[in-house]
C-alpha cells in the first residue's frame, strides 16, 4: 500500500521546531512519509504561532493559500501549535478546510489523528494534555540540522507578563527529567551533534520533580546545576535559550566560567527600560535589578554576548517612557536586539487597556530603537576584527559558493572562504571584516 505523504510546516519559535521534529519522527515510526513540498503531499499540517497578531495572519493565510489550484486532489489540512491551541475548535469555523486541530500537547498522537482523518471520520481535533514529560527518541534524520539539536528541558510557562499569550497556549511548567536530558544529550554526541541547545520559554526556572541525575553536581538553582551536568557529558557546544531576568542566578556566569563548552551567549529579554511599564507588564523586576544581571555577565572570565527583546508601544507608554529603553541600551549595549512592536493578544490582561499607542507613534519609536541599536551593534562587531571566534560550520553560504556559514560560540553568524567539506566541523577562525549582522574571516585551524 502506498504510503500518505505528510508535509510539515513551521511558525514560530524553536519549541514550535522541535514539536515538528518530533510530530515527523512519530509520523515515520508510524508509517508515514514525510514530504518536501505541500504539492507533493496528501496530507499538510501547519505548526502555528500566536504570539504576535502578525504570526497568527501569517499562519492562517497559508492555510488559505494550500487548496489554491488544487481543487481535484485537496490534501488534508491539519493545524498544530500554538494558534491550534487557542482557537480549538473555532478553526474548523475561520478556516474550512481545516479537518484535523492538533493543540500543544498532543504532538505525539499526530499519527493517529490523522489516521482518523483518513477514515473520513469527518473533523479531528486534540486539545488533551501530553501523557508525560518523557519524550520518545528523535531520528537524527528528522532534526532540523545535521550538527545543531534543540533540546526541550522545560515547556509551558507560569510568568503570566499581562501582553503574552503563551502561557495560555502553551499550559504551565513542566519540567523533563534531568536524566533523560542527559542521555538524549548523551545520544546526540554519539550521533554527531556538535552542538545541542537546550530550550524553553523560561530555562532559568527548570524545576524537576526529582533531581535523578543531578546529585553529582552543584549549584544554586536545579538549572546550574543541569548546565553542569549537560557540560560534563563532553558535547563540544551547549547553549540555551531563552533566560528570564528574576531567575537568572549569577551560579549560571559562574557555570559557564568554570566549563569552556557552555558557550558564551546570553539572551536576556527586557522588554522595557522604564519600571512603570514593566510593572504593568507584571515582569517582577526593576530596571535596575535587570542591570545587575547584565554586570554579572558582563564581569564573567570570557566575553559573554547579551542579546535581549524589547516590546515598544505598550498600552500607555508616554514618550519618556520609551526614551528610558533606549538610555537601558545605551547602558546595556547589547550585541543583538528583537524589537516587537506591542500586539493587543485575546484573552490577556493587556489587551483591556484602553490607552493604546498609535501605529505611527509605534513605528517611529522601532525606528528610533532599531538605529541606536545598531550604532552600539555596528561597534561591537567592528571590534571583533582581529579575534579568534570558535565557529561551528553549518553548511555552504546562501551568498557565495565560495564560502561557508556557521555561527560563533557567541552566537554570531560568520562567513568565510571554504569547502562545504567543512560542515559539521568546529573550526578556529580569525575575524577579518564585519557587517551589522554577521562578521567575514578566515580560517587559522581546524579543531
Ligand atoms: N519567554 C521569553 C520569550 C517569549 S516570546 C521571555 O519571557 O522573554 C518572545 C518575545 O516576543 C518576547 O520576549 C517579547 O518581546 C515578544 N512578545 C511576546 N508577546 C508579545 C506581544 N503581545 N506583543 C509584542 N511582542 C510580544
Ligand atoms: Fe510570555 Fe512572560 Fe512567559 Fe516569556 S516569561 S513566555 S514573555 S509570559
Ligand atoms: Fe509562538 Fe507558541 Fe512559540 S506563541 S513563540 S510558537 S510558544
Known amino acids: 500500500m502506498k504510503k500518505t505523504r505528510v508535509y510539515l510546516e513551521t511558525f514560530g519559535c524553536q519549541m514550535n521546531v522541535a514539536d515538528s521534529e518530533r510530530a515527523a519522527s512519530a509520523l515515520h515510526a508510524a508509517g508515514f512519509d514525510l514530504a518536501d513540498s505541500s504539492e507533493a503531499a496528501e496530507v499538510v499540517i501547519i505548526n502555528t504561532c500566536s504570539v504576535r497578531e502578525k504570526a497568527e495572519q501569517k499562519a ?20 498544530m501549535g500554538c494558534v491550534a491551541q487557542l482557537e480549538g475548535e473555532l478553526l474548523f469555523e475561520s478556516a474550512p478546510s481545516v ?41 537524527p534524520s528528522e532534526r532540523h540540522s545535521k550538527h545543531v539539536a534543540f533540546v526541550p528541558i522545560i515547556e509551558g510557562c507560569n510568568k503570566f507578563c499581562t501582553y503574552c499569550i503563551v502561557p495560555y497556549s502553551r499550559g504551565r511548567e513542566r519540567s523533563r527529567p534531568a536524566n533523560e536530558i542527559i542521555g538524549e544529550v548523551r545520544k ?21 520533580k526529582s533531581e535523578v541525575g543531578l546529585e553529582k553536581f552543584s549549584g544554586a538553582t536545579p538549572f ?65 535589578d535587570y542591570i545587575r544581571r547584565v554586570d554579572a555577565v558582563k564581569n564573567a572570565r570570557r566575553r559573554i554576548a547579551l542579546t535581549s527583546d524589547v516590546i515598544i508601544g505598550f498600552p500607555g507608554e508616554s514618550e519618556e517612557e520609551f526614551k528610558d529603553t533606549l538610555q537601558l541600551l545605551e547602558r546595556c549595549r547589547f550585541d543583538g536586539l528583537y524589537i516587537f512592536k506591542y500586539s493587543a493578544r485575546r484573552g490577556t490582561p493587556a489587551a483591556k487597556l484602553s490607552e493604546t499607542v498609535d501605529e505611527s507613534e ?20 567592528d571590534d571583533l576584527v582581529g579575534a579568534y571566534v570558535e565557529v561551528l560550520v553549518e553548511g555552504q553560504s546562501a551568498r557565495s559558493a565560495a564560502d561557508v556559514t556557521g555561527h560563533t560560540s557567541c552566537n554570531k553568524v560568520i562567513n568565510f572562504r571554504g569547502s562545504p567539506g567543512l560542515a559539521g566541523k568546529i573550526v578556529n577562525v580569525r575575524v577579518t571584516g564585519s557587517k551589522s549582522h554577521s562578521l567575514y574571516g578566515e580560517v587559522s585551524n581546524v579543531l
Open 60 to 79: 492562517i493565510r497559508r492555510i488559505g493559500d494550500i487548496n489554491r489550484g488544487r481543487p481535484d486532489d485537496a490534501p488534508i489540512i491539519g493545524v
Open 362 to 381: 509605534k513605528t517611529r519609536r522601532f525606528l528610533a530603537l532599531e538605529e541606536l541599536q545598531m550604532t552600539i551593534q555596528r561597534k561591537i562587531y
Open 99 to 139: 479537518r484535523v486541530v492538533i493543540g500543544t500537547g498532543a504532538t505525539e498522537r499526530i499519527p493517529q489523528l490523522l489516521r482518523r482523518a483518513e477514515e473520513g471520520l469527518g473533523r479531528v481535533i486534540d486539545l488533551g494534555e501530553r501523557r508525560s514529560e518523557t519524550f520518545e527518541d528523535i531520528a
Open 224 to 288: 546550574s546545576k543541569l548546565l553542569r551536568a549537560v557540560a560534563s557529558t563532553g558535547m563540544p557546544r551547549v547553549k540555551f535559550t531563552t533566560s528570564f531576568p528574576r531567575d537568572f542566578h549569577a551560579d549560571i556566569v559562574k557555570a559557564i566560567d568554570e566549563n569552556e563548552n557552555l558557550c558564551n551567549w546570553v539572551h536576556l529579554p527586557v522588554q522595557s527600560g522604564n519600571d512603570r511599564i514593566l510593572r504593568a507588564m507584571r515582569r517582577g523586576y526593576r530596571v535596575e
Open 188 to 208: 546526540l554526541l554519539a550521533q554527531g551533534f556538535r552542538e545541542i541547545q537546550l530550550i524553553g520559554q523560561n530555562v532559568n526556572s527548570y524545576r524537576p
